[in-house]
């Protein structure tokens, strides 16, 4: 099997550990293989959707969700260090309104697997990060939400000092208490 596959303490939310081959030369693992990662998770997605953002050390992005067309992303850092969160945004979930992060680097190979359903952001810890992820529906603006990073009822343990560099949306994000959720 060419992934190691952990839930965390959201079971939908999965932390996926690609086996590495590594030498002296560097190194090679297979950060995707649709029959794998089916084997290995029991889940049959379809991706429809590359995405790969570059971000400097404290920048925040999310947290992000899609309230028609939901995506599930499978993401992954190829430079840097991030923590990445999902937070549940399903009404009928037993874990509704809580959330999971995970720290993902180029140095771990880690992938996290993000459902529909969940809101999703990450911050960037070291100098710089490239994060990649692959979606299972396409980028639809007018459906896109975002909720506050900081708001005090998910109260995210964020692993930051200093207030993280924000885009205008993510600043004006909705508390969590008003926002659109899923059934």
């Known amino acids: 099997m060419p992934y190691t596959v952990t839930p965390t303490v959201i079971p939908d939310v999965l932390v996926l550990e ?42 925040l992005r999310g947290l992000h969700y899609q309230i028609q067309n939901p995506q599930g992303k499978l993401v992954r850092v190829t430079h840097g260090t ?14 509704f309104g ?5 720290e993902l680097s180029a140095d771990n190979h880690r992938q996290l697997w993000v459902p529909p359903g969940f809101a999703h952001g990450f911050v960037v ?19 896109e939400r975002s ?7 998910l109260n995210i343990a964020w692993p930051i000092q200093d207030l993280p560099q924000l885009a205008k949306k993510d600043a004006e994000g909705t508390l969590f208490a008003t926002a659109e959720t899923y059934e």
Do not use: C, I
Request: proline share 5%.
């Open 125 to 143: 810890l070291s100098d710089s990060a490239e994060f990649l992820y692959k979606t299972t529906d396409y980028w639809y603006p007018e459906f």
């Open 147 to 153: 909720l506050r990073w900081n708001d005090p009822q």
């Open 18 to 59: 690609p086996k590495v081959f590594g030498d002296t030369r560097g190194f090679f693992f297979e950060s995707f293989n649709a029959r794998d990662f089916a084997e290995a998770t029991g889940l049959q997605v379809d991706f429809v959707q590359d995405n790969h953002s570059k971000s400097s050390k404290g920048v």
């Open 82 to 95: 991030v923590f990445d969160v999902a937070v549940d945004m399903r009404r009928s979930s037993p874990n």
């Open 98 to 102: 809580k959330w999971v992060g995970a």
